[in-house]
């Protein structure tokens, strides 16, 4: 290595010198085991970048044989995703090993995702993230394991004028699967946020760990958060091996069922149950692409990079017309779950959809009728009517065959079905009491009420219509409840409204309700409830109202009605997640998710 004028003094390094046949010109980026320079290569007139072993591990035999390692398996490999090899040196007499690669003017990955504030809408996503795939099934290809895919390992050559590339690099710690003496058991390389259950024990990895790494990395992209958030690598690890991963869609309503399937499906962590190699899921992504019509071609990134405002609007338009094209088709077939998970995407992609607002209005009427008629057939079938019930229970049925998917409550759009059909109870008593007398219940004929329908004024005439001509003569008519207490509802069909006394005694008087809102009640039945709250990978301390914050708090005796749902960081700061309409007699769990800027959001109950 010889000294040459350093035009930049002012810099610690190689700036300046020549290191082999290269002149140093800048430095282009740091890494724990080399630096990377640009130089330039005047035996064939252009710019390289240069990666040099740093000085600290010369004379070190890992290090120098992880070198030489990196420098033979990109040079296996040609893919228009990964770097070419120019030249390598292995160092000695006084001069680090380096390795020359193709020059890459570019932002990195985590670069481009800082710039689009933290993450990236999921169709460019996925134009990225099917040539990071395609790089990786090629090295997979060649039986090398990257063992450290991650954003800032992914580059993107986006020089005006020339095709956008997507390139994954820094095979460092990479393993090619017939050396055997790089198995490296029990120690963990790679970087923990993106690592996969195998690797984070320190155990044999396969071509499914990069799969894994894959996963997380697409993940982050549409999300904005990686799957294990934690404080420390140790807190990373542990969710890793033993956490929970909320779906791409909780935490985002722009990411579809189809992409979230793929990410999921990498995301196992039972490394039989992923895509065995990248190559796999390269093939899903891009079929994905072309069923959305987003196209593959370098085009469509230069259009992102060129003018990315107007690249967002067209793509966008495109897959809310796409997505309400398949709730349409959703419903005609019966599947409001799925119908609904689409609507929400339409509204995430364009707010105020005058078609989507239209259709959810449809697939509520179709909910709600569902309901009435799910009960309906139920005080049929308990009047005797049993076969027309059963026809009853099978169409309705059939029209909701999926159970609606969970939703974050900070989706564009929540659907909410109308309250269930109040019912009446109808005592089935040997004999109807005389006019006038008043009707004594015993704790005998107490055990043998029914519920039946009651006429209501804002229910389709249909359904009253129909249980009017459903009913047997013999049947009783239906009785309003007595007293002021409020029927039974659909969540709480074993509450009897008539408080009981111990060994048949005359029952007391009945307590009154605590108002809506209160976070606690003196009395018991149907006016109060119950609430259990957590918090998603417990991030932070879920409470209602005015209590205090607790990990995973139960609250007994809530009066029913409106209850606010806070949630406190680790650092003190306590945030609105959302408010719940708490029913009498219920039990609902609430979960607290993070929002899409990182502050509590209240998920659908389970």
Known sequence: MSDAPDDNSGRVGLIGKTLGRYRITAELGRGGMATVYRAFDPQLGRDVAVKVMHGTFTGRGDIERRFRREAQAVAAIKHESIVDIFDFAP????????????????????????????????????????????????????????????????????????????????????????????????????????????????????????????????????????????????????????????????????????LEAIIMRCLKRAPAERYSDASLVHAALRALIQEARIGVDDEDLRGFFDDRDRFLRAVKARVAAQAFENARQCVRRGELARALGEVNRVFAYEPGHRGAEALLARINARRRWGSVARYVAVAVLLAGGGALAAKM????????????????????????????????????????????????????????????????????????????????????????????????????????????????????????????????????GLATASLVLRASQGFCSPSVDEQPAKVRPVYEQLAAGSHKIFCTLPGGAKHLAGTYQLLPGTRPNLVVIPGPDGVPILARPQ
């Open 91 to 258: 160092g000695g007499d006084g001069e680090p090993g380096y390795i020359v690669t193709e020059i890459i003017q570019g932002p990195t990955l985590r670069e481009l995702m800082n710039d689009c504030g933290g993450r990236i809408l999921p169709e460019v996503a996925m134009l990225i993230g099917v040539r990071v795939a395609g790089a990786l099934g090629a090295a997979h290809g060649h039986g090398i394991i990257h063992r450290d895919v991650k954003p800032d390992n992914v580059m993107i050559d986006c020089r005006p004028g020339a095709p956008v590339r997507v390139l994954l690099t820094d095979f460092g710690v990479a393993r090619i699967v017939e050396d055997d003496t790089m198995t490296a058991t029990g120690s963990i390389l790679g970087s923990p946020a993106y690592m996969s259950p195998e690797q984070a024990r320190g155990q044999d990895v396969a071509l499914s760990s990069d799969v894994f790494s894959f996963g997380a990395l697409l993940y982050h992209l549409v999300t904005g958060r990686p799957p294990f958030p934690g404080k420390d690598p140790l807190a990373v690890i542990a969710g890793i091996l033993g956490g929970e991963i909320p779906r791409p869609s909780q935490i985002q309503p722009h990411v579809g069922p189809a």
């Open 393 to 524: 229970l099978v169409a309705r049925r059939t029209a909701t065959r999926a159970p609606i998917a969970a939703a974050p409550i900070a989706a564009p759009i929540v659907a909410r079905a109308d309250p269930a059909p109040k019912a009446a109870l109808v005592p089935t008593v040997a004999a109807a009491p005389t006019e006038g007398s008043p009707v004594k219940k015993t704790s005998a004929n107490r055990k043998t009420e029914r519920r039946a329908p009651v006429a209501h004024g804002n229910r389709p005439a249909a359904v009253n219509q129909l249980a009017d001509a459903t009913s047997p003569a013999s049947a009783p008519a239906a009785v309003p409840p007595s007293g002021d207490q409020p029927p039974p509802t659909p969540e709480n069909k074993s509450a009897d409204p008539t408080p009981r006394a111990a060994n048949n005694e005359a029952p007391g008087p009945t307590a009154t309700p605590s108002p809506a809102g209160a976070t606690s009640a003196s009395t018991s």
